[in-house]
T-cell receptor, first 113, second 111 residues
Framework: DTAVSQTPKYLVTQMGNDKSIKCEQN?????MYWYKQDSKKFLKIMFS???????INETVPNRFSPKSPDKAHLNLHINSLELGDSAVYFC????????????FGPGTRLTVT | GENVEQHPSTLSVQEGDSAVIKCTYS??????FPWYKQELGKGPQLIID?????GEKKDQRIAVTLNKTAKHFSLHITETQPEDSAVYFC??????????FGRGTSLIVHP
């Protein structure tokens, strides 16, 4: 019974390509997030959606575009991949936005060559 | 915006010792302070949290203390075991609804 799932787990691609990462939660939560974790383990929030609506959009290049078809899914599409995009991307969800526990997915390790 | 400082970045202890990780935050509007444990190859998982109306909370070998006046909070792990080895993150969430994470502490427990 996976609470927050992501696909794929590993993604290796070349610079300039476009790729997508999918996320699904079966917890009935209203809010979902995307985080980027760099090689030094720093967790940086990228986006947050509440009931399919974007509520947080941190300073992220326009090449990153989140899409939420329904409140159980939040996908991340990345255009024109760059070397610096290599990182582990985590999807997370919480009951509502703000002062609530976040449930993280297993992560997607993206390597851009 | 919120700024969370976490120390130390690495902590090495012997099995059975106690471990303490400290965090400070800057935004007095922050009211929710979770701690997450991230094991190798996995996503972070909540281990304990505390809200601003409470000074201390305990769950078996894990405890968290909060000093709102000084804007700092700490994680205490007693009787450490090798399976406690992981990266631990503190976070602070307030009026902006954006959780701000510390930079993480790599805890190594030697058998």
């Amino acid at each position: 019974d996976t609470a927050v799932s992501q696909t794929p787990k590993y993604l290796v691609t070349q610079m300039g390509n476009d790729k997508s990462i999918k996320c699904e939660q079966n917890l009935g939560h209203d809010t979902m997030y995307w985080y980027k974790q760099d090689s030094k383990k720093f967790l940086k929030i990228m986006f947050s959606y509440n009931n399919k609506e974007l509520i947080i959009n941190e300073t992220v290049p326009n090449r990153f575009s989140p899409k939420s078809p329904d409140k159980a899914h939040l996908n991340l599409h990345i255009n024109s991949l760059e070397l610096g995009d290599s990182a582990v991307y985590f999807c997370a969800s919480s009951q509502v936005a703000g002062e609530h526990e976040q449930y993280f997915g297993p992560g997607t390790r993206l390597t851009v060559t | 915006g919120e700024n969370v400082e976490q120390h130390p970045s690495t902590l090495s202890v012997q099995e059975g010792d106690s471990a303490v990780i400290k965090c400070t935050y800057s935004d007095s509007a922050s009211n929710y302070f979770p701690w997450y444990k991230q094991e190798l190859g996995k996503g972070p998982q909540l281990i304990i949290d505390i809200r601003s109306n409470v000074g201390e909370k305990k769950d078996q070998r894990i405890a968290v203390t909060l000093n709102k006046t000084a804007k700092h909070f700490s994680l205490h792990i007693t009787e450490t075991q090798p399976e406690d080895s992981a990266v631990y993150f503190c976070a602070a969430t307030g009026g902006s609804y954006i959780p701000t994470f510390g930079r993480g502490t790599s805890l190594i427990v030697h058998p």
